[in-house]
């Protein structure tokens, strides 16, 4: 799958979690995932094992870190 389309496809799906937030809730979630990108890139033990994931397992990995965090966002209220 090309890159444009999985950046499209991504950007829509992420839309439909956020469309209903307000400003503060945008920015807890700005702030949730800033901090769950810094985890996974110190957590990574190193950039080639990152650059070996196919297109569709980066969308994967992308998808599950922002429902987790939605997820556990939404269950905090």
Do not use: C
Not at 17 to 38: C, P, V, W
């Amino acid at each position: 799958m090309p890159l444009k389309q999985l950046k499209k496809e991504l950007k829509e799906e992420v839309m439909i979690y956020i469309k209903g937030m307000n400003e503060s809730e945008l920015a807890i979630l700005t702030t949730g995932l800033r901090m769950e990108q810094k985890h996974y890139a110190t957590s990574s033990t190193s950039t080639t094992q990152d650059s070996q994931l196919t297109f569709s397992a980066k969308k994967a990995k992308v998808k599950q870190i922002i429902v987790s965090f939605i997820i556990s966002y939404n269950s905090s209220w």
